[in-house]
């Protein structure tokens, strides 16, 4: 039992309680970050050039002319890698022509600029019965103006082939307006807008942009595989690569929604892939109300054309629109008990695949305006006060300086922790290796950033073993 005394007291402070709830102020006093501050004292306020301004307006997109392609694709009948590659009106010969077409005609309008190569190769997989079987990828190419940055290239690709219900009938009809001749519109739009761009001569586009129309998706990524060989057989970085897959349907009410990023983990313990890096450079030139980045590779038991490229450790990854139909995908055209199985264009929604086409060639254009992402970012300081970071990057009189990110280990998004004029090492005063990840990327003069480089940690050996 309680003394009176000490019942009054109760009552009181239960009464203070009650009404410091009521004010909030118990609440903001739970908010206040109790951690130590880290880095102690304030960085310098020097920073990196503000990032440029967005420069493909959503009017300069021709969404129109993207339907229409769409329609000259799906009017091929089937476009299977397994159909016909010679005959003009239908397979996938019918498909590549029609492409080309469009190509060759953009090309004519760069004034040269953009170069259109049709790429024939073999392939032999499961899904070509294990037989080498031919193939063809279309690819338009507007080469780098900056010497320094050419050989480095940017890949925004949709696949054009399509098939049925059966990926092994080469005489079933298979539309594939969603799967992939939307990715492939995608493509072929951004190269229309970037390389009219080009031809204006202040485009300020520094490395090489191609543009793919690829094959062979759907016997097993073949297309896309073979591309990844053919880039490094050329001698190109691979900068990043942008898969277009799917882009064209958003059936649900409110649309336009916002677009799908799926961007793999990697492999590396502690560090994210460049994948992930550039599904968040993505997002950052394009805003959050335009890319919903999904942090898993793929689709759930799906697959696509960025894969070839994130398994060799390349920073790819997957556009696809917010709400798929899988009646309108991989079905022959039928009507089964009232419903309409089937992928055509009249289930597509223009202002949708319009905007897909604007945060693709948005992407690209700044992402080929910026310096090269830095290399071999290792972090160490372990066991010490003070994290250290070392880069390497080659020499470029168009970047400013390369901005330090961090972020809680916690959070999805980097934030600018600090700023460095040049490559090399840089000690973080007071910040502790352990409570944060860290990455850096190059800052041009023209306000480009190159994707992130995420900080891979020093390999040290685990307590207790053996340290030969
Ligand atoms: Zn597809």
């Known amino acids: 039992m309680t003394s009176d005394g000490e019942a009054r007291v109760l009552r009181i402070g239960t009464a203070i309680l009650a009404a410091m709830l009521a004010a909030g102020v118990v609440q903001a006093q739970q908010r206040v970050v109790r951690d130590p501050a880290e880095p102690p004292t304030r960085l310098p306020k020097t920073k990196a050039p503000a990032r440029m301004m967005r420069g493909v307006a959503r009017q300069s997109v021709d969404t129109k002319?993207?339907?229409?392609?769409?329609?000259?694709?799906?009017?091929?009948?089937?476009?299977?890698?397994?159909?016909?590659?010679?005959?003009?009106?239908?397979?996938?010969?019918?498909?590549?022509?029609?492409?080309?077409?469009?190509?060759?005609?953009?090309?004519?309008a760069s004034g040269g600029k953009l170069q259109v190569i049709v790429d024939e190769f073999e392939a032999t997989a499961?899904?070509?019965?294990?037989?080498?079987?031919?193939?063809?990828?279309?690819?338009?190419?507007?080469?780098?103006?900056?010497?320094?940055?050419?050989?480095?290239?940017?890949?925004?690709?949709?696949?054009?082939d399509s098939r049925p219900s059966d990926v092994m009938d080469p005489n079933a009809d298979a539309p594939g307006a969603d799967d992939d001749a939307s990715g492939t519109a995608v493509s072929v739009e951004c190269a229309r807008v970037l390389s009219k761009l080009a031809a204006s001569g202040k485009s300020g586009l520094r490395a090489t942009i191609l543009f793919a129309a690829v094959s062979g998706e759907e016997q097993g990524l073949l297309g896309s595989g073979h591309l990844v060989e053919w880039l490094?057989?050329?001698?190109?970085?691979?900068?990043?690569?942008?898969?277009?897959?799917?882009?064209?349907?958003?059936?649900?009410?409110?649309?336009?929604?916002?677009?799908?990023?799926?961007?793999?983990?990697?492999?590396?313990?502690?560090?994210?892939?460049?994948?992930?890096?550039?599904?968040?450079?993505?997002?950052?030139?394009?805003?959050?109300?335009?890319?919903?980045?999904?942090?898993?590779?793929?689709?759930?038991?799906r697959g696509g054309d960025h894969y070839p490229?994130?398994?060799?450790?390349?920073?790819?990854?997957?556009?696809?629109?917010?709400?798929?139909?899988?009646?309108?995908?991989?079905?022959?055209?039928?009507?089964?008990?009232?419903?309409?199985?089937?992928?055509?264009?009249?289930?597509?929604?223009?202002?949708?695949?319009?905007?897909?086409?604007?945060?693709?060639?948005?992407?690209?254009?700044?992402?080929?305006?910026?310096?090269?992402?830095?290399?071999?970012?290792?972090?160490?300081?372990?066991?010490?006060?003070?994290?250290?970071?070392?880069?390497?990057?080659?020499?470029?009189?168009?970047?400013?300086?390369?901005?330090?990110?961090?972020?809680?280990?916690?959070?999805?998004?980097?934030?600018?922790?600090?700023?460095?004029?040049?490559?090399?090492?840089?000690?973080?005063k007071g910040v502790s290796t352990d409570n944060h990840f860290f990455a850096v990327r190059s800052v041009g003069k023209n306000g480009a950033r190159s994707i992130a480089t995420a900080s891979q940690p020093e390999v040290r050996p685990a307590p207790g073993t053996n340290k030969k």
Request: charge should be negative; hydrophobic fraction near 40%.
């Open 65 to 108: 002319s993207m339907v229409e392609l769409i329609d000259e694709l799906v009017a091929c009948g089937t476009r299977l890698t397994l159909s016909s590659w010679t005959d003009a009106k239908r397979g996938a010969g019918c498909g590549r022509d029609k492409i080309k077409a469009r190509f060759d005609k953009i090309a004519e």
């Open 126 to 160: 499961e899904r070509t019965s294990g037989k080498p079987v031919p193939l063809q990828n279309v690819y338009a190419i507007l080469p780098g103006a900056d010497p320094v940055m050419a050989k480095t290239v940017f890949v925004v690709s949709g696949h054009f």
């Open 232 to 301: 490094k057989e050329k001698g190109y970085t691979i900068g990043g690569m942008l898969d277009d897959d799917i882009v064209g349907a958003d059936p649900s009410q409110g649309a336009p929604h916002r677009v799908r990023v799926f961007s793999g983990n990697g492999e590396i313990e502690d560090a994210d892939s460049p994948s992930r890096e550039l599904a968040r450079a993505v997002e950052e030139i394009n805003g959050r109300d335009a890319i919903r980045m999904i942090f898993r590779v793929d689709r759930y038991g």
């Open 309 to 428: 490229f994130y398994k060799a450790g390349l920073p790819a990854v997957r556009f696809t629109e917010p709400q798929e139909d899988y009646n309108h995908q991989h079905q022959t055209p039928r009507t089964e008990n009232g419903v309409e199985y089937g992928d055509f264009a009249k289930y597509l929604n223009a202002a949708f695949l319009g905007n897909v086409a604007r945060y693709n060639a948005e992407a690209l254009r700044q992402l080929a305006m910026a310096p090269a992402a830095p290399t071999e970012v290792r972090l160490t300081g372990a066991v010490t006060p003070d994290a250290k970071l070392s880069w390497k990057a080659d020499e470029d009189p168009e970047r400013a300086a390369f901005e330090i990110l961090w972020r809680e280990t916690t959070e999805s998004r980097w934030q600018v922790l600090d700023f460095s004029q040049s490559a090399g090492q840089t000690v973080l």
